[in-house]
């Protein structure tokens, strides 16, 4: 494959530990810069990586706390979205890289929001996967809750056999336990207080609507029909904000569309990466 020569494991040193990721493809091409989600590590990329980087530069690192320590937080401030979009920010700054793409699963999705937020002048793209621009509601809040509950009280790793299951399409999930047990093993070296810090980042956020109708950075969604973690209601009601093209819905497909429907995320990302330029 073109490019894979580049494609081994780095290592960014943010302060208190270091956090792994691929730096895969050719330099001179388009970046694009792979967030993951809860519960994740970047191992959950890997068909996209491979792809993609035959075409772009595909950065995907571990976000912090991911088989590494969690941020310090002094004990009078509240875990943000914000925290990791700096971290991720410093690791493009370290490597030269001052514009690229932003392909943010879930959690990562509400990451990427907030980087388009603020470092407007380096966010050329967003597509949001599997993730929303609203803020939690009380039920959602209650529910954080609850998760970080029992993390703390049964563990990550109970955490994780329980709940990823119902992240996947009832058909993939019968038809691929590996696939499934693969994500729950990636996941297992998060430590709880990661995985708290995490959920109360995305209980404390705030609604990133308007970024759905602004025309300097374009924005994509991909949603799954039977996405039980982000509703395909909330979803449609923010793709008719968006031009019509910039939309992809996946029939029978939970919330991990890119291990459920491979080649339609990638051919989907490819796509939005082109644009209307003829840059292949």
Not at 74 to 95: G, T
Not at 98 to 103: A, C, E, T
Not at 189 to 203: K, L, N, T
């Amino acid at each position: 494959m073109r490019g894979s020569s580049n494609s081994m494991v780095h290592h960014y040193n943010y302060g208190i530990d270091e956090l792994a990721f691929f730096d895969n493809g050719e330099i001179n091409k388009p970046v694009v810069l792979l967030i993951h989600g809860f519960g994740e590590d970047y191992h959950i990329w890997k068909a996209q990586i491979d792809y993609l980087s035959q075409y772009y530069r595909v950065i995907a690192p571990n976000l912090p706390g991911v088989h590494c320590k969690p941020l310090a937080l002094h004990h009078s401030q509240a875990p943000s979205i914000r925290m990791y979009v700096e971290v991720l920010h410093d690791l493009m700054h370290h490597l030269n890289i001052d514009q690229y793409f932003i392909v943010g699963h879930s959690m990562g999705g509400y990451i990427g929001l907030s980087f388009a937020d603020y470092y407007v002048n380096h966010v050329q793209g967003l597509l949001l996967f599997h993730s929303t621009t609203y803020e939690d509601n009380e039920a959602k809040k209650t529910s954080r809750m609850k998760v970080a509950e029992f993390i703390q009280e049964w563990g990550v790793s109970k955490y994780l056999e329980t709940a990823t299951p119902n992240l996947f399409g009832d058909a993939f999930k019968k038809a691929n336990p590996a696939a499934i047990q693969n994500v729950i093993d990636s996941g297992l070296g998060i430590s709880p207080e990661a995985m708290i810090q995490f959920v109360f980042a995305m209980r404390n956020r705030k609604a990133m609507t308007h970024l759905l109708q602004q025309h300097t950075i374009p924005v994509w969604m991909i949603a799954g029909e039977a996405d039980l973690a982000v509703t395909i209601q909330d979803s449609l009601e923010q793709i008719k904000l968006l031009p019509s093209s910039n939309s992809l819905v996946l029939k029978e497909v939970g919330h991990m569309g890119m291990l459920e429907a491979t080649d339609l995320v990638n051919q989907f990302i490819k796509k939005m990466l082109v644009g209307d330029k003829d840059a292949l």
